[in-house]
């Protein structure tokens, strides 16, 4: 029977039955508009993460995400009660953002209140938070049963679990999030590198910071179902440490760090929809650690491979200078000679 | 009051409660150069950078041109130390002279190209135009300071208020640094400026602050650069007064 069909049947029964070429083929309707989105988070994410690791805030991002976990959790059991549905993503992203809020004001209210520095508030504060985030989770999954299944995606990520209107939210807060880091990309920039400076020609240091802030938090929500809470911080400075291996410029930076940001979603979230249980968050970081790994060997600007050659070439100069010096010398005086 | 670049009034300034600067009370006419001399620790940079309000001061008045500096930011240029910046920033030298134009600019909008023309135009005075196009960090630390510099020109200010511009500089920065003054200055501009080479005060100020905490004496270096207020300054810690130079002075005053 088989032997009858035509080929292209065959190719096509093949098709419909392997995952991966119906994922990486774009075919379903629905991965395709995840995955835009996702990309759309990469772009959005990598951009502003360029500022965050300029302002030596990168652990900040990771703290807040981390701190959005109790939120989702008792967003989740406060939303009925509402009149809402209990999985309804503006419900649980508005809990995510509330507890990135108070978790923010406990890293303040413990650097203002005591003398520990800030990397020690961040600590505690971000494994507190997350902490009681797990409690909180296991909590509703053992009282709600299934219809809890899904909330574990906000701490690994999982493509599959975003549905077409929920892309539609990724992508209305990643495009606003794109053209901002656009427009603030200058005053960003200044307060980065010469606050002093920024404050002298006018410009409020405090509502820069609080802008960016906002963003990244708005990004951290975003990307909290297809990266996850835990990895999120992986997509704000990875490929923007990536990009300072191509370039030496802030605005290029911005650039090239958007696009190693988009392409690591894409690859990622493909990858995690053409094999089902694989969590999208890690997927999508080992592809952007390959990315900086590979840049960071041969990246044009400060790429080890470049800098190993050029030593090597520096090295070599001085040995044909020397040996040179050495041939002009009367035999008598050269080194070893007598 | 307006023939006065800076006035500052009864100037007090405090780290937690510690006080920095006390009581500080002096005038800058315009068309002036002022060193600001005083020993580590006086608060020096604290003074320029409580006028432009960069610490809070607890007490006092600062005018600029007779008015606050909010209203006077466009007539003031700055030069931090260079110190205060991380060179290894993802920046060419040109885009950092243009920061001295974002304010003009506007904070929203894209540097274009005639303001990259101005800005080279400044790196070309403090004579570094070919440097233009590297990365910060591959400059050397006077070429750096030039860069800090030809970002207060661009700016064209009426006033520049310079932090330690000689501080670990190569003679021909320092030279192109001393030009950069004496065109302000004769331009009729003022600029005021944190000195360390008691060496070098008479041959390129005409005014001095000697500070320590509290103001030891403000006025032309003629009748202020003088030993017995140096020794007020410096305490016990002078030891190498440039003694002809000194002679001069007093023969001036």
Redesign the interface.
């Known amino acids: 029977m088989i032997e009858g069909l035509p080929f292209g049947n065959v190719w096509g029964l093949a098709q419909a039955a392997n995952p991966w070429v119906r994922a990486f083929g774009l075919q379903d309707h629905n991965t395709r508009i995840v995955v835009l989105a996702t990309t759309l988070l990469g772009l959005a994410a990598g951009g502003i993460g360029v500022f965050t690791l ?1 302002r030596r805030r990168a652990l900040m991002g990771d703290a807040l995400s981390h701190a959005m976990l109790p939120g989702i959790g008792l967003a989740f059991l406060v939303a009925p009660s509402l009149g809402l549905p209990e999985k309804s993503l503006p419900v649980l992203i508005g809990g995510a953002v509330i507890s990135g809020l108070v978790a923010a004001a406990a890293i303040l209210l413990i650097r203002w209140r005591t003398r520990l520095p800030e990397d020690a508030a961040l600590g505690i504060v971000l494994s507190v938070f997350f902490g009681a985030g797990l409690v909180i989770l296991s909590l509703v999954q053992q009282t709600s049963g299934g219809s809890a299944a899904g909330l574990e995606s906000f701490i690994y990520g999982k493509t599959a679990s975003i549905t077409i209107r929920d892309a539609g939210w990724i992508a209305a807060a990643a495009v606003p999030t794109l053209i901002l880091v656009g ?2 990309m ?2 960003w ?2 307060v ?3 606050e ?2 920024a ?5 409020s240091v405090g509502a820069v910071d609080i802008v960016m802030m906002a963003a990244v938090v708005l990004v951290i929500v975003t990307g909290l179902q297809a990266v996850g809470a835990i990895l999120m911080i992986a997509l704000l400075v990875i490929p923007a440490a990536a990009a ?1 291996f191509w ?4 605005d290029v ?1 911005v650039v090239v760090a958007a696009v190693l940001g988009g392409v690591s979603c894409l690859f990622g979230s493909l990858l995690s929809a053409a094999a089902e249980d694989l969590p999208s968050g890690a997927t999508i970081v080992l592809v952007a650690a390959a990315i900086f790994g590979f840049s960071m060997v041969l990246g044009s600007q400060r790429g080890l491979w470049w800098r190993l050659r050029a030593h090597r070439a520096r090295r070599e100069r001085t040995r044909e200078v020397a040996l040179a010096a050495q041939a002009d010398m009367p035999l008598g005086q050269r080194s070893g000679g007598s | 009051m307006s023939d006065l670049a800076l006035s500052v009034e009864d100037l007090t300034v405090a780290y937690q409660s510690e006080p920095v600067l006390q009581d500080l009370s002096f005038g800058v006419p315009t068309g002036s150069l002022v060193g600001i001399i005083g020993p580590n620790g006086a608060g020096k940079s604290t003074l320029l950078k409580a006028c432009l309000g960069l610490v809070p001061i607890d007490s006092g008045e600062v005018r600029f041109f007779g008015a606050a500096h909010r209203d006077m930011r466009h007539r003031v240029a700055y030069v931090p130390q260079r110190e205060s910046v991380d060179w290894d920033f993802p920046i060419r030298a040109v885009d950092v002279v243009a920061m001295g134009l974002y304010r003009q600019i506007g904070w929203f909008w894209p540097v274009r190209r005639r303001h990259l023309r101005a800005a080279r135009a400044a790196l070309e005075r403090m004579g570094i135009l070919e440097f233009a196009d590297r990365q910060i960090s591959q400059l050397s630390g006077g070429q750096q300071q030039r860069v800090f510099l030809a970002r207060a020109l661009v700016q064209d200010a009426d006033l520049y208020l310079m932090d330690e511009p000689f501080s670990a500089v190569d003679a021909s920065t320092e030279q192109s640094v001393v030009e950069i003054l004496r065109a302000i200055q004769a331009a009729g501009k003022t600029a005021i400026v944190i000195h360390h080479d008691l060496q070098t005060v008479r041959e390129y100020f005409d005014r001095v602050l000697l500070l320590n905490r509290r103001l030891i004496a403000s006025g032309t270096v003629g009748d202020v650069f003088t030993e017995p207020n140096l020794r007020r300054a410096y305490g016990g810690r002078l030891v190498h007064v440039d003694r002809p130079a000194m002679a001069v002075g007093w023969g001036d005053s």
Do not use: N, P
């Not at chain 1, 404050?199 to 410009?203: A, E, K, Y």
């Not at chain 1, 370039?247 to 802030?250: D, N």
């Open positions: 300029l427009v603030l200058k005053a920039a200044l980065c590198f010469d002093g400076f404050r002298t020609s006018g410009l300072r370039t030496h410029r802030v930076m």
